[in-house]
Structures are given as C-alpha cells and as structure tokens.
C-alpha cells in the first residue's frame, strides 16, 4: 500500500483501476529534408487539420462546460495562427534542412520553454498550451489517433501533468478520478476538471514509475490524498465514504423546492454564480432562487474581437428568458488582473491588480462599455435583469457610470429600440467602497461583496501568489469588520446585501454570515443545496440571544 498527499482541485471520492497515462519518451527523430517548401507545405497540411480537430472539440466542450471550458480550445487554435509560432517552424526547416516534425517538436519545446520561464503565472500557462498544439500537430505528421488519450473502461488517471485538451476530451462517466503530479489551482486542466466535477489530485509527489496500469487506487479528495493498492481495511473506509456521499446527495436532492429559510424563519436568498449562458442549466437543476453572479467578461475572453451588441443582447436575453421570472445579476465586464484579452491594447503594468481594470477600464472606454450597456437595457425587457459595477472606489465613479447609462439610453431612444432600465447594484471589493458604503447605498439599489479581492486588498496579499498563499486569511478581523459596516450601511438605507466571492460557499462561514445580517449568498450551482441545508439547520449562537 502507497499513500501520498496532494492539493485537492476538485472535491469527492473515487476507487477503481488505475491508468497510467505517460507522455513518449523518445525524442522526435531528426530527419532531413529533402525539399523544404513540401516540408512546409506538410506543417501547413497539418495545421489546418488541427484546427478542425480543435473545432469539433470545441462544439463539445461548449456543450459540457460552457464557453469558459471552450475558450481554451479557442486559444491553442489561434497558437496555429500565430504567425510568430509558424515562423520559428519554418524558418527551423529553412535554416536547418530537418523534416517537418522535427521542427515542430524542436521548435515548440523553445517556445514552451519560455513561457514556463516568466514570472507571470498567466503566461506560464500559455507553455502548456503550446505544448498541446504542438504534439497535436505531431501526431497528425506521424499519422497517430487524435487525443492521445488511453481508452478503455473507467478508470482513476494518473499522469505527469494533462493537457487542456485531453482534459476537455474525458468523459465523466469513464474517468473516475485524477491524480497528477504537476499542476497548479489555477492551470486550465483543474479549471475543467472542477466544470467536470471529477475528484482531482494535483501536486502528488509520486514516482510514475511504481505505478503500473490496473493498480487499484482510492483517491479522496476532501482529504487530499491518494492509496494506491489499498489493504482491506483502507478500501471498507472509502467504500464507505462513497456510501455516505450518495446518501448525502440523495438528502439534498429533497431540499428542491423549499425555501432557504433559518429555523427561527429569517430568509436568505440563495442564487448562483455563473460564466455563461451553459452554466444556467446547472443553476436551474440545482434549484437556484436566481443569478447571483453571470460574469459577462467570459463572452470577452477566447476571441479575436469585441462581442458585438448583438452577441451580448442574445446572450443576456436568452439568461433572464431562462430563468424564467427569477432575478439575473449581470456583472458588466471585469476585464484586467488575471484576465487579459490582447485585442483591448492595454499598456503591460507592473501591478495589474492594482491597475486599470473592471470599472476603470469601462470609465476610460466609455464606448466599449456603452455598447454592453445598451444590450442589458435591451434584455431587461424580457425578464428581471440586474446590472452590476466592479470595483468601484467612490460615488463620483458610480455617477459618472449612471451618466453613461443614460447616454446609452438616449441612443437607444434615438434608434426606436424598446429598453428598460434594470437596478443597477455596485460590487463592495475595495476597502474604499467599504468606507464609503453609507454613501454608495443612497445612490445604488444593491450591494455584491465580492470578498477574494476585498481580503486581496485589505490585507495587500497578492491572491494569484501561491507563496502567499499562508498570509491570504479569509478570518482576518479587518475583513469581518468590513463586511459587517457594509451590512450595516446598506441596511440603514434600505438595501439588500449579497456575498458573491469565493467566501459565500464555505459552509464554515455560513452562520456567520447569518449574525452579519448578509441578505444573499450566490455561489457555485452544485453548492446550492449545500447551503440551503446549513440555513435550514442553522442554530443560533446562545450569545447571540
């Protein structure tokens, strides 16, 4: 029996065989070129059956978890028309006279290389992707299957580090778990394992060689850890867990329907948090009071463009359609810090958490930002829609915003198109807007704590620095005293309150939440049932009384 540790990605328990999945280990072959141009010609052959692979791919990812997912696979095609990757293959195959996949690996493995060297963990990931296209582009040269993927029954996969792709590519009924001994939270492969919701393990410090395929495996990932070959009594232990888990889930299936209220009948309203329009089928299933949280920069990301009006106004249409009735928070774009799209232009900063970003970006692009708000006045006809505003420091930001709006209102009068204006909420995630808070409640009609950046800016922790990861303290008394001056400023004026950060769906905290007064938590769809079971069994502290 081997155990080992690791950093749990995504939540739950699996046991069964294991596969072991191994990169080739032989390098490509240096092969000369006879002709260069056909050479060429091959890598060009070979990108354009790439991107019909990525394409199909891309059609089923949308489809199993939404345009986030996707857009990863929107990425590596456009590394295959990148002209600065294509020119280092060619210029490989013109300056060296080698065949075209030796160019391709060769010159791939440079690119990767560099990236996985920068300081900017964003750009660092960009070396997996590379790395993907690459292989892909090799397999395709040497004739092999398209994924490179083991087949077979379900099993428990465990490998080096996974590409996005492969990620994409795994069926949830035949990958019982994964357990990688690279990877890092935020890498694209535990993004789509967690839209999967498959039990995953990153980080185990396993030697793959003492793992052979058929092993059996028993992977917990509430505890974080991984038995392989496990004795009797470690397999009764999981088993019965497994056991437990499916009681569990069958238990919060019967909360469908009632009302998330506390004993002593105070309500909380209970929505979800969302990237897209696909994410919606999640929220509904789980039986969400609304959307707490649809965060629009997602139709941004994975693109070449802006989305047109068109686009975004389908889009929030068909949200607030969905819902049916149900209230729709449309977040208006948060672009900047860790979500860069290259076609904004923006100057590289220093501190992109600091800098221009979310609000700041809208207000210094007032037609960019015109243009989304045109399309959620139009949408507002169609059901209950909410708009609202990241990071805002003051009041005069939050007057010029409604300045804008009734600009985009004129034009639309203008145009004849029938609109409605939507409550306009503002976001609570900077200790300015905290200390201005009383002021902010007279001028909107909502508040969203957004409690990742306002703990990211209270305690000055970079959230994105894994090595601060120690000192990013979600109990730190200044963030609690925060968040109840809030509660308490908004209230004052009437206000509701809602937490739509990463702190709404830890059950640790949802009583304390409760004592706060907090309205609303909006949360992930598949912590929904979760909380409502808090709630309804939340009893009060006796100091409380």
């Known amino acids: 029996m081997m155990q080992f540790a690791g950093k749990s990605v995504c939540k739950g328990i699996a046991l069964g065989p294991v596969r072991v999945w191994k990169k080739r280990k032989d390098p490509v072959e240096r092969g000369v070129a006879q002709d260069t141009s056909a050479e060429i010609g091959k890598v060009l052959s070979a990108c354009a059956q790439a991107k019909q692979q990525l394409q199909r791919l891309y059609g089923k990812a949308l489809g199993e978890v939404g345009k986030e997912g996707a857009a990863i696979l929107e990425a590596q095609r456009m590394i295959l028309e990148d002209e600065a990757y294509l020119e280092a293959i060619r210029n490989k195959i013109r300056t060296e006279e080698v065949c075209a996949t030796y160019a391709v690996a060769e010159a791939g493995e440079k690119i990767s290389d560099m990236f996985s060297q920068m300081r900017d963990e964003e750009i660092r990931e960009r070396a997996a992707d590379v790395k993907d296209v690459s292989d892909r582009l090799i397999r395709i040269l040497e004739g092999e299957g398209e994924d490179g993927l083991p087949k077979g029954s379900p099993a428990i996969i465990v490998a080096r580090d996974l590409s996005p792709s492969q990620t994409v590519q795994m069926e949830k009924g035949k990958v019982l778990g994964i357990v990688t001994v690279r990877g890092s939270e935020n890498s694209h492969v535990s993004i789509l394992a967690r839209m999967k919701n498959i039990p995953t393990l990153i980080g185990v410090p396993v030697d793959l060689a003492k793992i052979a395929t058929g092993m059996e495996a028993a992977v917990d990932g509430f505890l974080g850890k991984v038995t392989f070959e496990p004795d009797e009594t470690v397999r009764r232990q999981v088993k019965s867990r497994m056991e437990e888990e499916e009681k569990n889930r069958v238990l919060l299936g019967k909360l469908k329907g009632k009302p998330t209220v506390t004993p002593d009948g105070r309500y909380i309203r209970l929505c979800a948090n969302i990237g897209c329009v696909g994410d919606l089928e999640g929220a509904l299933e789980n039986d969400a009071d609304g959307i707490g949280l649809f965060r629009s920069e997602f ?112 034009e639309l009068d203008a145009a004849g198109i029938p609109y409605k204006c939507p409550r306009q909420g503002v976001m609570i995630e900077t200790p300015a807007a905290v200390m201005v808070s009383g002021e902010l409640a007279g001028l909107a009609d909502f508040f969203s704590i957004g409690t990742n950046d306002l703990i990211q800016y209270t305690l000055a922790v970079d959230r994105q620095n894994e090595r601060l990861a120690d000192f990013y303290n979600p109990w730190h008394p200044a963030v609690w005293e925060m968040i109840r001056l809030v509660v308490k400023n908004a209230h004052a004026c009437g206000k509701r309150v809602g937490i739509c950060g990463e702190l709404g769906a830890d059950l640790r905290m949802t009583g304390a939440f409760i004592r706060m007064g907090v309205d609303e938590l909006s949360v992930a769809p598949s912590m929904i049932l979760p909380i409502r079971q808090a709630v309804r069994g939340y009893v009060p502290d006796l100091r409380e009384v």
Do not use: H
């Not at 501190?351 to 507002?380: S, V």
């Open 299 to 410: 139709l941004y990301l994975g693109r070449d463009s802006f989305p047109t009006e068109e686009e975004q106004f389908w889009a929030y249409k068909q949200a607030v359609q969905k819902m049916a009735g149900k209230e729709v928070v449309i977040r208006t774009m948060d672009i900047g810090a860790d979500k860069q799209i290259g076609y904004l232009n923006l100057e590289k900063e220093e501190n992109p958490a600091m800098g221009c970003r979310g609000i700041r970006i809208c207000l210094k692009r007032p037609e960019i930002f015109k243009t989304q708000l045109r399309a959620l006045l139009r949408a507002a006809v169609y059901g209950d829609l909410a708009v609202l505003y990241p990071m805002i420091t003051s009041a005069e930001e939050v007057r010029q915003i409604f300045e804008i709006v009734r600009q985009a209102q004129g």
